[in-house]
Structures are given as C-alpha cells and as structure tokens.
C-alpha cells in the first residue's frame, strides 16, 4: 500500500475540520505521513462542497463545529472595562491638554466637565456611570481678537 493509500483509509473523508473555535482545516491527503495528526474520530468530516465554500485550500473562512454542523464563526464580543476605556481616554485629554499649553489656548466649559467626568470614572470614584460621556465638539476656547 501507498501512503495516499493509508491516509485515505485513515481519512476517507479527505476534508476535515478540528473542534476549535474557529476550527482549524486539514486536507488529509496531502501529506506524507499520517504521524501526528489528529485521528478521524477527533474531527468533523467535511464534503468537498463544505471544502470548497471555506475557500478550498487558501481560504481563510472563520468557522466552527456547533451541534454537529459548520457554522459561519464569529468571535465572542470583548467587553472593554468603563474604567479602561476611561483610562485610554486619558491619553486623548493629554493630547489636547498640550496642545491647548503650546498655542496659549484653554480648555472649553463642556472640556473641562469632560475631563472631570472622565477622572472620575478611571479614578473609581464614580462607580455609576455606563458608559463614558460623549467627547465635546469644542475642545479649547475660540481666541479673543
């Protein structure tokens, strides 16, 4: 027997898809040897139309097993902590702050109330808010003529 002969019996499937989310692809033919990959039992076998939908061998299709069937995959959201998006806000405010400083400017009402609503909340003393305040539109003041 040939190794393509040992692989397809292994595999006869061909085409599979490992239980990872998102899943990880193999064309079980292609190779030289069956050492070190995952047995059959372990993956979900796919059909050549299944193969080809994801993009065949250079597609890059993010999908998953779920329930026995190959889903489109689509990564869990990441909920951003309020007290570090306050946090990175904080780089914004420096930002402005020099660059009011260095053109001799000031901050506006509405920017100063921001920058105190954003202290507080990377700070932790204001343990209420849900979501960080809207930036002001008008950052420093107009210059006086």
Known sequence: MSVLDDLKAAYPARYYADMNKPCGWYDMWVFSSADGLPAASTLYAMTAEQWEAKGGNTGTKSMAVENGTLVDYAPPVVVVPLKTQATTAQAWIQQQANL?????EVF???????VKAIAAIAGGTDATST???AQPADVMEAATA
């Open 131 to 133: 979501a960080l305040p």
């Open 108 to 114: 506006t009402a509405d920017m100063r109330a921001y």
């Open 100 to 104: 009011a400083a260095a053109m001799g």
